[in-house]
């Protein structure tokens, strides 16, 4: 189903014994005694090592255990790192599989398993149909005309419809089967026809009932290879990506893993949470982090976490906590090139002010801060001010820097006694660009310097809509 991705983690405790609770038996057309094969199951978008065997000399593979597999999609690699895929249920660890090297689906057999012997028999019966639909597509790659696509869209159609009604049918026959969990996760959210053309109200529903159809009470359904592609499309394209949308959706989501004791999928989903947004560099959405943080490191409920990474985490909503998107920003109070007059940031009274970590020796300050000049002089008198924090206690360089390029914004010195703007904005590297409405809340947070007009644009343009004379 998927590119194979190995972890080589083996899964300590698998003792052996003639009363094992897992035996699993191979008869692999292809390879001889003495060849080695590893035995792993889907971990979301890679694969762990359970075990590894070689043939022995009655040509068999087996697998022994004393305690129980976990349950989900196993994958049976061949030295060549072909691979045959296969169900490892709940119950019933005791079977024998025949296949060949190849994995070709007419070679594969099941003795002992109801659950393989459907998952192999829907392979066998997606043989023809997978063969008509190849042969139409490739006709439909050479219709010259709409009307020769529109001829074959119908049969292409009804083949999916043929391949989808069998796996329903597999879901009805066997309702309390792995198998059928797993043909069910595949099937699309079919929305009311009731609902009409209304796009909001379709989407809507779509939101809603994503998850209907992929069972999130069984941690089996982590060890398959459906649950990372349908974990990530949920939150990256289902919702729009700020923190206000995300954020009650993750909550719902990690709270039904954990009141059903999914504790693989709870763990993962969180990771997974944490590690997607920490990378993203759409503005504001480090607050997904945060909340991740807040809410699952530090209030205890992230149980798998070391001391030093639930640390981590506390220590990172602790210096983040004052400039989080829709907070009001920690006002600083700090001198001119005089060193005589004090400017406040919070008694400031514009639509928008724009504040700007930097200082003039840095390498990307000196291309940026010329962008930011640019926006400045265009929009300053419709209500923009920039606040322009030096953070280095460089005054000649600095005082010069400004006359250089004639900065007439505010622009004051952060390197004084009792300043603490380097706590309050956890402010490690310049430039830093913070973008404020007329009440001081932050509204984005360093966004790149060539962005930040259309940006301020947009908020006066709420301004003003909003103050109308």
């Known amino acids: 189903m998927k590119t194979l991705k190995l972890i080589l983690i083996f899964l300590i405790g698998f003792g052996f014994s003639a009363k094992a609770q897992y035996n699993l038996v191979f008869k692999v057309d292809g390879l001889h005694p003495g060849d080695s094969c590893i035995l792993a199951h889907y971990y979301a978008d890679q694969n762990k090592i359970v075990d590894t065997a070689a043939v022995q000399k009655d040509g068999k593979l087996h697998f022994k255990g004393s305690g129980p597999l976990l349950h989900g999609v196993y994958i049976l690699v061949f030295p060549k790192r072909n691979y045959i895929e296969f169900i490892v249920p709940k119950d019933d660890q005791q079977f024998e599989i025949a296949c060949d090297t190849a994995s070709t689906p007419q070679s594969k057999k099941a003795i002992g398993s109801l659950e393989n012997e459907v998952f192999f028999g829907f392979d066998k019966f997606a043989i023809e149909p997978g063969l008509r639909k190849k042969e139409l597509i490739e006709k439909y790659k050479k219709c010259t005309s709409e009307a020769c696509k529109d001829s074959l869209r119908p049969m292409l159609r009804a083949i999916d419809m043929e391949v989808h009604n069998e796996k329903k049918r597999i879901i009805d026959q066997y309702p309390n089967t792995f198998v059928a969990k797993l043909y069910k996760a595949l099937m699309e959210i079919e929305i009311p026809e009731e609902l009409g053309d209304d796009e909001w109200k379709r989407y809507e529903y779509y939101r809603e009932h994503y998850w209907d159809n992929f069972d999130l009470t069984d941690d089996g359904m982590m060890r398959t290879p459906i649950y990372n592609g349908k974990l990530e499309y949920y939150f990256t394209k289902i919702f729009a990506q700020s923190p206000d949308s995300l954020i009650p959706y993750i909550d719902n989501y990690c709270e039904i893993l954990e009141k059903n004791n999914c504790k693989e999928?709870?763990?993962?989903?969180?990771?997974?949470?944490?590690?997607?947004?920490?990378?993203?560099?759409?503005?504001?959405?480090?607050?997904?982090?945060?909340?991740?943080?807040?809410?699952?490191?530090?209030?205890?409920?992230?149980?798998?976490?070391?001391?030093?990474?639930?640390?981590?985490?506390?220590?990172?909503?602790?210096?983040?906590?004052?400039?989080?998107?829709?907070?009001?920003?920690?006002?600083?109070?700090?001198?001119?090139?005089?060193?005589?007059?004090?400017?406040?940031?919070?008694?400031?009274?514009?639509?928008?002010?724009?504040?700007?970590?930097?200082?003039?020796?840095?390498?990307?300050?000196?291309?940026?801060?010329?962008?930011?000049?640019?926006?400045?002089?265009?929009?300053?008198?419709?209500?923009?001010?920039?606040?322009?924090?030096?953070?280095?206690?460089?005054?000649?360089?600095?005082?010069?820097?400004?006359?250089?390029?004639?900065?007439?914004?505010?622009?004051?010195?952060?390197?004084?006694?009792?300043?603490?703007?380097?706590?309050?904005?956890?402010?490690?590297?310049?430039?830093?660009?913070?973008?404020?409405?007329?009440?001081?809340?932050?509204?984005?947070?360093?966004?790149?310097?060539?962005?930040?007009?259309?940006?301020?644009?947009?908020?006066?343009?709420?301004?003003?809509?909003?103050?109308?004379?």
Not at 426 to 453: C, H, M, S
């Open 265 to 469: 999928t709870y763990k993962y989903a969180i990771w997974w949470l944490v590690s997607h947004y920490e990378k993203q560099e759409v503005i504001c959405l480090d607050g997904v982090v945060y909340h991740m943080a807040q809410k699952y490191y530090c209030a205890g409920k992230s149980y798998w976490a070391d001391s030093s990474t639930t640390k981590r985490m506390c220590e990172y909503v602790q210096k983040n906590a004052l400039i989080q998107c829709g907070k009001v920003a920690p006002n600083m109070t700090l001198p001119d090139t005089s060193l005589s007059r004090m400017y406040s940031l919070h008694r400031l009274q514009y639509p928008v002010t724009v504040v700007v970590f930097w200082q003039p020796n840095c390498g990307h300050c000196k291309k940026e801060v010329p962008i930011l000049k640019e926006m400045y002089d265009t929009l300053h008198t419709k209500g923009v001010e920039i606040f322009a924090v030096m953070t280095q206690n460089e005054l000649d360089d600095w005082r010069a820097f400004i006359r250089n390029n004639k900065l007439e914004w505010i622009n004051v010195l952060g390197a004084v006694e009792g300043a603490t703007f380097r706590e309050d904005y956890n402010q490690k590297k310049t430039p830093e660009i913070y973008i404020l409405d007329e009440k001081k809340r932050i509204i984005f947070k360093n966004p790149p310097a060539e962005n930040v007009g259309h940006l301020v644009q947009g908020l006066l343009d709420e301004y003003y809509k909003n103050h109308k004379p």
